[in-house]
């Protein structure tokens, strides 16, 4: 935990958790199944469709490419973004998938 100086808020700066991750992995395998694409596909697809990705200049500015935010460096909160976008994705396209509550539970 890192605690603001100025008003002593303490913000977590840790990294992802593994419930996190295996959570994330199980929305993408199941619209990987649904859709038929692959895990690596749809796992793109989610970062790309919801902007987890920066632009980055090549060096002799010929041009510049997207680099996908990696999950294993996501903070917690992040990945919960991410989580909450996919879950959201799954839902309204009639994926079942159990909520983040009902699978944090179980964990």
Not at 29 to 42: K, M, N, P, Q, R
Request: some cysteine.
């Amino acid at each position: 935990m890192i605690k603001c100086p100025h008003c002593n808020f303490e913000f977590d700066n840790s990294g992802k958790t593994n419930p996190q991750n295996a959570y994330f992995h199980l929305i993408v395998s199941l619209i990987a199944d649904e859709t038929g694409e692959s895990f690596d596909y749809v796992k793109t697809f989610l970062k790309d469709h919801f902007g987890f990705y920066s632009y980055v200049s090549k060096s002799d500015e010929a041009g510049r490419f997207k680099v996908y935010e990696s999950i294993a460096t996501m903070t917690k909160k992040r990945l919960n973004e991410l989580i909450d976008k996919a879950y959201m994705f799954a839902v309204d396209n009639g994926i079942s998938v159990m909520t983040p509550q009902e699978y944090f539970e179980m964990a």
